[in-house]
């Protein structure tokens, strides 16, 4: 079945640097990658939704310049928190779905703490 | 109004309980609907799609009223590995969009206990 690997599955990182975190598509292509942040005891919030070879499209409240995704090919996108605070703490999970449209496959997820 | 609602539990159960989960969507034009399982610091994983016709996969049966727009989740015969956080999933298409993209309830946490 179609699989996506996110890394880092864990990071902890100082207040004031940035964090990136990879999606890969490993056995389809991922037209449309979707970002979503999970605080505890809360459900997923979707961050910003990005088409391969687009800019990403962010949903209200979500800072573009702080959480910056690419998208440069249809296997790999990535989110890099800048400039992070300890409010940032979350866990992160992308979503891909296939060029077909055929469904939606999540990573694993990261656990960023900000200390 | 968020685009689903579901009681977020917890439901404590013992082992070989039924167990039944509710969730209410808002938006009429909604085009499929899911029930995931999240267990803890995990991705969600889908458990089984939802459809008009009820749909039953094992111990789990899913139910649509698109009427009344209610999703419902029943695990009959609870096992302790059903323990975790169920969440009742909408695929909708958002205005001025040609695809669809999930709207994910809060969750509603399951424990199983022997």
């Known amino acids: 079945g179609a699989v996506v690997s996110q890394h880092p599955s864990r990071v902890i990182c100082k207040s004031g640097t940035s964090v990136k975190i990879e999606c890969r598509s490993l056995d389809f292509q991922a037209t449309t990658m979707f970002w979503y942040r999970q605080f505890p005891k809360k459900s997923l919030m979707l961050m910003a939704t990005?088409?391969?070879?687009?800019?990403?499209?962010?949903e209200q409240g979500v800072e573009k310049d702080k959480f910056l995704i690419n998208h440069a090919s249809l296997t790999l996108s990535t989110l890099t928190v800048t400039s992070a605070h300890p409010e940032d703490s979350s866990f992160y999970i992308c979503?891909?779905?296939?060029?077909?449209?055929?469904?939606?496959?999540f990573g694993s997820g990261t656990r960023l703490t900000v200390v | 109004r968020k685009e689903v609602e579901q009681d977020p539990g917890p439901f404590n159960v013992p082992e070989g309980a039924t167990v039944a989960f509710n969730c209410t969507y808002s938006?009429?034009?909604?085009?499929?609907f899911f029930w995931y399982r999240q267990d803890c610091r995990k991705e969600p994983k889908l458990l089984m799609s939802v459809y008009s016709s009820g749909n039953e996969d094992g111990r789990f049966t899913a139910q649509l009223n698109r009427a009344s727009q209610y999703i419902s989740l029943l695990i009959r015969d609870s096992k302790l590995s059903d323990s975790a956080t169920y969440l009742c999933?909408?695929?909708?298409?958002?205005?001025?969009?040609?695809?669809?993209?999930?709207?994910f309830g809060r969750g509603t946490q399951l424990t199983v206990w022997p």
């Open positions: 938006n009429s034009a909604s085009q499929s």
């Open positions: 999933v909408v695929n909708m298409q958002p205005r001025g969009s040609t695809l669809g993209r999930l709207y």
């Open positions: 979503s891909a779905r296939a060029t077909d449209a055929s469904g939606y496959t």
């Open positions: 990005s088409n391969e070879g687009s800019k990403a499209t962010y």
